[in-house]
């Protein structure tokens, strides 16, 4: 799965014996606030829906069913940015509300490109796959270095995408579960939902948590 | 390494990726900064403009170039984005005071787009360098990296004007919008001066210096009373018309021509009001338009609208501001980011904030410039006293070995290793005391400078230093004096760039539109049986009676200030205007009922259409297929809800019939089984209209009503009813698979079976 511009560095990197890459473009609906005719409509979704195999919950069939899915680990790859976040919470939506199953059942994963790139004069580069990760760097790291970030995955080659997040042997995964289910229709429901009110509030209380990305 | 998996909540993930994404929207993409009211993309392309020397006094440059350099150093985003704003930084009719000053196609009022960034350039306005961009070396706002630490970009601009007030500010961020409408910069200035003479002005007494907003644009602003709430509380509805003005043209006619229109019009909406006034024309709201047309130009707006001879131009003005977007509300929400976090305002805190920016900036630069000042005295101070030593300074120079000798010398006395000429002089040499700066200052000298009249200037130099000490430190520890200093560059900003206000602000009523009585002609109303309607002159009717009497099943003499009532299976009445159904030509289709009125041709079925004027003196009976009836005032169904309940029914019941009849009618139920009961209407009750009426005929089981006939039918009917298709001769009906003439049946009594007339 992926975000917009790296669908091509992605197939070129993945080991297609086992790994398959379904790019796509933009932001997809948000399911919550669309109806559901609508979120049929869609092609990004239908696209979806076709290549996982499993079917539907709604509309569509009404065939979910968890034993035809053909992957094992559907894995969210989106870039390290806030425009990557919000991607996530609208592709975990689409989970969460139409095929409540992948979740629960532990196949749906986000996937963690890094956020940067340490190039010492001398030594060996190292990835950084957050900011405590980077403050840890330059604790240790007294001598001076080049630090790319990465905006995108598209500013990743293929090499780089496979070393850091494709390979299974030494990417890092972040697995979605549910333990409260009443919690996570609430929070759909108030991050995702039509009325405005309460989406406001909880950034009114949160607003100091947040990482900014400028 | 193995691969890692780490055990994430849904819900928490879903938190945290949402309120990092919302927060940085708000916060860093589309709201302004309190300070200099612009957005990070607008603060980067001018900062970058600003580093690159685009000033206003050099050549244009390409945007495609500030874009670019932009994109790489500060702003890692879609370039669309960033030209986007750069193009509306320099539209004269978005903004209050453009900021950039564009060369070639930025777009027009209309809506047109700029030209793509290969083909226009641009470079930074004036007054974007003075009030922006100026003492940005003088530390006075902090600096934060860039995405990748290559470059440093400050975090606010040092904006010595309240530009969040002067442009405005329009954006769409997450749970929240800000939309700040643009003002007068030479009102905004007088305010921000009055405010710092005295800090206790009330939102109500800025008003007295700020009228209002001033768009670009013009137009009138016309709820004058409401802005002091508007302002106070930082959000709700201005009202702004266009301007129009009546011309005489040739041959006596008179048009209108909108001269202005209201900002919210700008761009792709001018078309749509062209086409609103084209469909009021359509619609026939109006038939006084006769033509209109856009002859916008370098000019200024120019919409014409022409008149019909002899129409009133003061009713179609205000036909125009009530039916179309020619009077529009701009929706005021004044949402900025305070100290980091939004915040919807109020004037005086805006200007406050503002206020406070000012003084710490002005207070960061004297700081700064006190601080130069401080250094230049140091060292020409010791340049004074060289002078006065200059003879012995020359015999340690030549007495040393090193630079660092003679520096330990002339600050620390130490003579160790210096040849002198005499005693006197290392004693005298022991004593000196000169700073590191002055020190090096002396090395530094030239022998120039020595010169008599060099020392007077350097005397003169030396004044105006301790002169500029004085006056910087009097502004840094006075209050008032740093406000004159802020005030002067205000007014001095002020005289070089204000203009004069351009939207009026008054109070005005709302338009009325008396509706002129439309002339009420006499009109046929046609209806077909598939639900398409129509109105015809009556002499058109007269003409093709017969065809219009049997292709159409509702003929119905109206006229255009009346109404009708559609009568539908489900019990409902839904009004219908007549002036509302296209007056045509004979042969003209019509529209469906579906387009004129609430009825939905996919949930209920037209039963009966009435003229609801005339019916109300009329008694109408209303039957259901369960067998209900009863009779209800016509005056009941006298209502100006387009769709009310014409009958109450019980669940699953529908209507069946719903027409006039008279006090001494009879009418003969008929059911689906065949059974007929005769009954006088005298004996049928009269109920309100939301009744669900009394038993008529009793029913068997499965049994259903399918039709109610009336049985004196007369030409001279105070209202048409439905013409049903029947090839039985009037008085009969086929029942039972035979013809019954429908006077022969005995006359019954309310809730009994009736008869089944035998073969």
């Known amino acids: 799965m992926e975000g917009d511009s790296a669908g091509g560095s992605a197939k070129t990197a993945r080991d297609r014996s086992y790994q398959a890459i379904l790019p796509i473009r933009g932001k997809i609906l948000n399911v919550e606030k669309a109806s559901i005719d609508k979120v049929l409509a869609n092609a990004e979704i239908k696209t979806m829906i076709n290549s996982f195999g499993c079917g539907f919950s709604e509309g569509y069939g009404n065939d979910f069913d968890i034993a035809k899915l053909r992957y094992d680990k559907i894995i969210i790859m989106a870039d390290a940015d806030v425009d990557g976040a919000h991607i996530c919470t609208l592709l975990l939506t689409l989970f969460y509300r139409f095929m409540p199953e992948l979740i629960y059942e532990g196949h749906v994963y986000i996937a963690m490109p890094p956020l940067y790139k340490a190039i010492p004069s001398r030594g060996k580069e190292e990835y950084l796959y957050d900011d405590a990760a980077l403050e840890r760097y330059r604790r240790k790291h007294k001598t001076p270095f080049t630090l790319q970030r990465y905006k995108g995955l598209g500013e990743m080659d293929a090499a780089q995408l496979w070393e850091t997040t494709l390979n299974p042997e030494t990417r890092t995964l972040k697995s979605v579960e549910i333990e409260d289910a009443r919690l996570a229709n609430d929070v759909t429901e108030m991050l995702m939902g039509s009325d405005v009110p309460p989406r406001k509030a909880f950034i009114y209380e949160h607003a100091q948590e947040a990482l900014l990305d400028v | ?165 002067v442009n405005g500010s329009e954006g769409i961020a997450v749970g929240m919008v800000t939309s700040i409408p643009p003002h007068n910069l030479g009102e905004v200035l007088d305010a921000v001066i009055a405010m710092i003479h005295d800090g206790s002005l009330t939102d109500q007494q800025l008003l007295e210096y700020i009228q209002g907003p001033d768009f670009p644009t013009g137009g009138i602003v016309v709820n004058k009373s409401e802005l002091a709430q508007i302002y106070s509380t930082g959000s709700g509805k201005i009202r702004v018309r266009g301007k129009v003005e009546t011309e005489k043209m040739k041959g006596g006619k008179e048009c209108l021509v909108i001269t202005e229109i209201p900002y919210t019009m700008l761009g792709a909406n001018i078309g749509k009001f062209l086409n609103d006034v084209a469909a009021l024309v359509e619609t026939k709201k109006t038939t006084d338009i006769t033509d209109i047309s856009n002859q916008s130009s370098k000019e200024g707006i120019r919409i014409v609208i022409e008149l019909r001879r002899g129409a009133d131009p003061e009713y179609i003005k205000n036909l125009l501001y009530k039916k179309t977007r020619l009077e529009d509300t701009f929706g005021v929400n004044m949402l900025a980011v305070a100290d980091g976090r939004p915040e919807t305002l109020s004037l005086r805190q805006i200007l406050e904030h503002h206020i406070d920016f000012q003084f710490e900036v002005t207070t960061k630069k004297y700081q700064v410039m006190l601080d130069r000042e401080l250094k230049k005295k140091e060292v020409q101070e010791g340049l004074i006293r060289a002078c006065d030593v200059i003879d012995l300074i020359i015999e340690i120079l030549r007495g040393s070995k090193s630079q660092k000798q003679v520096k330990d010398c002339l600050v620390y006395g130490i003579t160790d290793g210096i040849k002198f000429k005499s005693q006197r002089s290392q004693k005298q040499a022991a004593k000196l005391d000169f700073t590191e700066a002055q020190a090096d200052a002396i090395l530094e000298m030239r022998l120039y400078r020595l010169i008599g009249l060099e020392i007077d200037a350097l005397m003169e130099e030396h004044k105006k230093t301790l002169a500029n000490i004085e006056n910087y430190t009097d502004i840094l520890n006075n209050y008032s004096s740093m406000a004159d200093v802020i005030i002067r560059e205000l007014k001095q900003f002020k005289k070089e760039f204000a203009r004069p206000r351009r939207t009026q602000i008054m109070d005005a009523e709302a338009p009325v539109l008396e509706e002129k009585a439309p002339e009420d002609i006499p009109v046929v109303f046609l209806m077909d049986r598939f639900g398409y309607a129509r109105t015809v002159d009556e002499s058109v009717y007269e003409k093709n009676r017969e065809s219009a009497d049997t292709e159409n099943r509702y003929v119905i003499h109206v006229s255009t200030s009346q109404r009708l009532g559609i009568y539908t299976d489900t019990g409902k009445q839904h009004l219908l205007k007549v002036s509302d159904v296209p007056l045509g030509r004979y042969r003209d289709k019509g529209t469906p009922i579906d387009n004129l009125c609430n009825y939905d041709s996919s949930q209920e079925m037209v039963i009966n259409v009435l003229p609801i004027e005339k019916a109300a003196s009329c008694v109408i009976l209303s039957v259901s297929s369960s067998g209900m009836i009863k009779r209800v005032e016509g005056s009941e169904l006298q209502v100006s809800k387009r769709t009310v309940a014409a009958s109450g029914l019980a669940e699953g019941d529908s209507l069946i019939s719903f027409y006039p009849v008279r006090e001494n009618s009879q009418i003969v139920l008929q059911s689906k089984k065949g059974f007929l009961l005769r009954l006088p209407v005298s004996e049928i009750p009269f109920k309100k209209k939301a009744a669900v009426g009394v038993r008529g005929m009793k029913l068997s089981e499965g049994d259903t009503i399918e039709a109610c006939h009336l049985l004196d039918a007369q030409e001279e009917e105070p209202v048409n009813a439905a013409k049903l298709p029947s090839d039985e001769p009037a008085g009969t009906i086929r029942a039972g698979g035979r013809s019954v003439v429908l006077s022969r049946l005995k006359i019954g009594t309310r809730d009994t079976k009736g008869t089944k007339p035998r073969g």
């Open chain 2, 1 to 165: 390494m193995e691969e890692q998996i780490i055990r994430t909540e849904y819900s928490e993930i879903m938190q945290k990726s949402y309120i990092d994404y919302a927060m940085s929207v708000i916060v860093s993409r589309a709201l302004p900064d309190v300070r200099d009211g612009l957005k990070p993309v607008q603060r980067r392309t001018l900062y970058d403009m600003h580093e690159l020397g685009i000033r206003y006094d050099r050549p244009f440059r390409k945007s495609a170039r500030i874009v670019g350099d932009t994109m790489g150093k500060y702003h890692p985003h879609g370039d669309s984005s960033i030209y986007g704003a750069l193009v509306v930084l320099a539209q004269d009719f978005k903004m209050g005071i453009p900021l950039v000053d564009g060369h070639g196609n930025f777009g027009s009022i209309e809506g047109d787009g700029a030209a793509a960034m290969r083909y226009t350039e641009a470079r930074l306005q004036k007054i974007t360098q003075e009030a922006f961009l100026q003492d940005l070396d003088k530390n006075v706002v902090a600096f934060q990296p860039n995405f990748d630490e290559t470059e440093k970009e400050p975090e606010v601009l040092p904006a010595r004007i309240p530009n969040l007030l």
